[in-house]
T-cell receptor, first 110, second 111 residues
């Protein structure tokens, strides 16, 4: 069964800092990898989708990479802002099921 | 554009009462539909998924059931709620390799 791990579990940074969130998964036979953002008490907002044939995706200040062979993905956030404070979830698509990590809770301090 | 609607947003129900949560998708046809639960302090767990009308697959044994009476409608039900059914329930849809889109969730508290 696919297992997804996210490190660190929590991260606190000053505003303006660049940061990297890490995600690892045990089974490299994946369809896609998706990064989500979840604000407290809210649903999931999709940030980036990396299909299995791709190595990275970018959207604004966000860049996600995927290395299937090593079972790793990273989410890079440039010039962090207080509005980036949220929980970030990595999810691996294993065909009719997204396997989620437990998330990284990010706090950006003004 | 595609949208997903989930209601109600919050629900407080007594133990032993029935449950019905509804999810509808607009702007797409033949989506795969999913119900996830997020328990306090835990990750998201897939409860049910559906690849078509009347086709339901269950991932975990539980006190809940799901139905898909129409192509873009997915319903989560229970005949008698347990305290352990409390949690945050999320509906999602996917189509092909375009990723998953989630609804805004229902916070269920069983008292």
């Amino acid at each position: 069964k696919q297992e997804v791990t996210q490190i660190p579990a929590a991260l606190s940074v000053p505003e303006g800092e660049n940061l990297v969130l890490n995600c690892s998964f045990t089974d490299s036979a994946i369809y896609n990898l998706q990064w989500f953002r979840q604000d407290p008490g809210k649903g999931l907002t999709s940030l980036l989708l990396i299909q299995s044939s791709q190595r990275e995706q970018t959207s604004g200040r966000l860049n996600a990479s995927l290395d299937k062979s090593s079972g790793r993905s990273t989410l890079y956030i440039a010039a962090s802002q207080p509005g980036d404070s949220a929980t970030y979830l990595c999810a691996v698509d294993g065909a009719n099921n997204l396997f989620f990590g437990t998330g990284t809770r990010l706090t950006v301090i003004p | 554009s595609q949208t997903i609607h989930q209601w109600p947003a919050t629900l407080v129900q007594p133990v032993g009462s029935p449950l019905s949560l509804e999810c509808t998708v607009e702007g797409t046809s033949n989506p795969n539909l999913y119900w996830y639960r997020q328990a306090a302090g835990r990750g998201l767990q897939l409860l049910f998924y559906s690849v078509g009308i009347g086709q339901i697959s269950s991932e975990v044994p539980q006190n809940l059931s799901a139905s898909r009476p129409q192509d873009r409608q997915f319903i989560l039900s229970s005949k008698k709620l347990l305290l352990s059914d409390s949690g945050f329930y999320l509906c999602a849809w996917s189509l092909g390799s375009y990723g998953y889109t989630f609804g805004s969730g229902t916070r269920l508290t069983v008292v």
